[in-house]
């Protein structure tokens, strides 16, 4: 009887995902808790509270994981979407001690993080400015 919520409980849960903190896919998970079913003793076989804690504990652990990816990449498209309103505004970038002034003429993402290139009063191009270099916006 115990063995039903193990196959129905691995379909519900998105088996080819990977938990990170444990090195292991759900799909491992649950066959680590079928197999300690297997060769459990019948004489003292594991209680149903406490499987079905395990189990809810996995889920939740899933759960955790998913929401943890999805807010990453919430945070990322709204990144892109703040760096994409600069386009066309002045700008002032602090580049090492000085303070660079100038309007945001290209918008390019590499590994996911926005990179700026500021036209200066003086015609100069200054690339690759991040976010965290911008003091202030006009």
């Known amino acids: 009887m115990a063995i039903s919520p193990i196959s129905g409980g691995g379909g519900s849960v998105g088996t080819s995902q990977r938990i990170d903190?444990?090195?292991?896919?759900?799909?491992s998970l649950l066959q680590i808790i079928l197999t300690q079913l297997t060769y459990q003793d019948?004489?003292?076989?594991?209680?149903?509270?406490?499987?079905?804690?395990?189990?809810a504990q996995f889920t939740s652990l899933e759960?955790?994981?998913?929401l943890t990816d999805k807010m990453d990449q919430l945070l990322g498209v709204q990144s892109a979407t703040q760096t994409l309103g600069l386009l066309?505004?002045?700008?002032?970038?602090?580049?090492?001690?000085?303070?660079?002034?100038?309007?945001?003429?290209?918008?390019?993402f590499k590994n996911g993080a926005p990179e700026l290139t500021i036209t200066t009063a003086g015609g100069e191009f200054l690339a690759n400015a991040s976010l965290s270099q911008i003091v202030q916006v006009r």
């Open 21 to 27: 903190s444990l090195g292991l896919d759900m799909q």
């Open 42 to 55: 019948p004489l003292k076989p594991v209680d149903n509270f406490e499987f079905v804690s395990q189990l």
């Open 63 to 66: 759960q955790s994981r998913q």
């Open 88 to 108: 066309g505004r002045s700008v002032d970038v602090q580049q090492g001690e000085a303070l660079v002034s100038g309007v945001v003429k290209n918008v390019s």
